[in-house]
């Protein structure tokens, strides 16, 4: 069996065209997804190009999740909620 973790980007609404994608694949045992950082592991016997391409055929921007991404996710999570906008910082005339 075989874990695939792929970097889908998406809204609520996303999660149940992506299922519907990924049903139609057989061998898929188990998908996870985690919106917040745009994660989705997916478990089974399917091949990782296949479950790619039919997340893409879906009409979803979708790529192999890496290193790079779990570090964003880790940095985007932990300042988001300390993140402050002062009109007057942006430089405008």
């Known amino acids: 069996m075989e874990t695939v973790e792929l970097k889908v980007e998406m809204v609520g609404i996303h999660e149940k065209r992506l299922r519907k994608c990924l049903s139609k694949l057989k061998g898929i045992e188990k998908v996870e997804v985690d919106g917040n950082s745009q ?3 997916v478990t089974g ?3 990782r190009n296949k479950i790619l391409k039919a997340v ?6 979708a790529d192999f999740w890496s290193a790079q991404n779990e570090l964003l ?9 300390s ?5 007057n910082n942006f430089g405008f005339f």
């Open 39 to 41: 994660k989705v592991v």
């Open 45 to 47: 016997y399917a091949h």
């Open 56 to 61: 893409r055929r879906g009409g979803l921007k």
């Open 73 to 81: 996710s880790a940095y985007a999570s932990a300042s988001y909620g």
């Open 83 to 87: 993140l402050a906008f002062n009109n």
